[in-house]
């Protein structure tokens, strides 16, 4: 199994690709305005706040260590624009969306996607 940075640094191109994939779907078409929208997803505070949520309600246990491996995994760097609490938030659920991909359990991916979606819809401004 790889360890939880890795899943990440996968779980986060999936997660962008889908979160753009999204945007040009409501049909916006301006390279800014889809950049500028997909920020607000794709921001650590963001990514850490559907996190927290899906651990209520949402995420399988099997889900929850493996966003705890991701949270709690230590990265070599310092994390921009974010605290570090925040960026191990983020990173956790990157983990998750790495290790649904790689395991190939698509629908489930897409569901916790569209579900992330929503709480941020519902909780950051636009």
């Known amino acids: 199994m790889l360890n939880g940075l890795t899943l990440a640094y ?3 191109a999936v997660y962008e690709l889908e979160i753009r994939n999204c945007l040009i779907s409501k049909g916006i ?52 624009n974010t605290d570090v609490s925040t960026y191990n938030k983020s990173t956790g659920f990157e983990a998750v969306l790495g290790y649904l991909y790689l395991e190939k ?13 929503k709480i941020v819809d519902n909780t950051v401004e636009k």
Do not use: F, W
């Open 10 to 12: 996968i779980g986060d």
């Open 29 to 80: 078409t301006k390279v800014n305005d889809l950049h500028n929208q997909a920020i607000k997803y794709t921001q650590a505070a963001s990514q850490a706040l559907a996190a927290l949520k899906l651990i209520d309600y949402y995420y399988s246990e099997a889900e929850i260590t493996i966003y705890k491996r991701g949270r709690n995994q230590s990265a070599s760097h310092k994390p921009k």
């Open 105 to 117: 359990k698509t629908e489930r991916l897409h569901d916790i996607i569209k579900e992330s979606i």
